[in-house]
T-cell receptor, first 110, second 110 residues
Framework: SQQGEEDPQALSIQEGENATMNCSYK?????LQWYRQNSGRGLVHLIL?????REKHSGRLRVTLDTSKKSSSLLITASRAADTASYFC??????????FGAGTRLFVKA | GAGVSQSPRYKVAKRGQDVALRCDPI?????LFWYQQALGQGPEFLTY????????KSGLPSDRFFAERPEGSVSTLKIQRTQQEDSAVYLC????????FGPGTRLTVT
């Protein structure tokens, strides 16, 4: 069973455009993380946002968290072809489990 | 430094065979996770080790799945009497803080 659900399931944009992906989850969390997965580099941790944080930036990435709505968004600005990948949100609820969503498949056209 | 490595990278097993999948974590990482990722889905948590102690095995889908980490370093995930539904990519991750994932073992049960 997966806690997070990403939206949209797939996204196709032109290079240079911004990409926004959303994640909704069901139970209270300690933190939420975003990961990228492509065939070249496997699954890579991008950014972690704690439950008491509302926004976090890392380079071209901006993550927001709304715990009242149990949702998060990942914004990639000025996208590049190399950003083509699947993006997953993952939540930690306490204990040791990390629960992943089904992912958003992003395709950036050059 | 070296990342997480997994072997074999690909494994084809006939239904009913036993398989063993190996994970070499990053040196010094106390925490080790196993995940199962079906095609087009996010990783699903299987089990968690802290050093040699298996603290959570709630994600193991059946008693055919067994994991060990006897010396707190290398871990092995064993699947007995494989079934077609076991076909998936098996990911290992180690962490001190954020999780670092290996490339995975793609298991195909025919």
């Amino acid at each position: 069973s997966q806690q997070g659900e990403e939206d949209p399931q797939a996204l196709s944009i032109q290079e240079g455009e911004n990409a926004t992906m959303n994640c909704s989850y069901k139970t209270s969390i300690n933190n939420l993380q975003w990961y990228r997965q492509n065939s070249g580099r496997g699954l890579v941790h991008l950014i972690l946002i704690r439950s008491n944080e509302r926004e976090k930036h890392s380079g071209r990435l901006r993550v927001t968290l709304d715990t009242s709505k149990k949702s998060s968004s990942l914004l990639i600005t000025a996208s590049r072809a190399a950003d083509t990948a699947s993006y997953f949100c993952a939540t930690e609820t306490g204990g040791f489990k990390t629960i992943f969503g089904a992912g958003t498949r992003l395709f950036v056209k050059a | 430094g070296a990342g997480v490595s997994q072997s074999p990278r690909y494994k084809v097993a006939k239904r009913g065979q036993d398989v063993a999948l190996r994970c070499d974590p990053i040196s010094g990482h106390v925490s080790l996770f196993w995940y199962q990722q079906a095609l087009g889905q996010g990783p699903e948590f299987l089990t968690y080790f802290q050093n040699e102690a298996q603290l959570d095995k709630s994600g193991l889908p059946s008693d055919r799945f067994f994991a060990e980490r006897p010396e707190g370093s290398v871990s092995t995930l064993k699947i007995q009497r494989t079934q077609q539904e076991d076909s998936a990519v098996y990911l290992c991750a180690s962490s001190r803080d954020e999780q670092y994932f290996g490339p995975g073992t793609r298991l195909t049960v025919t």
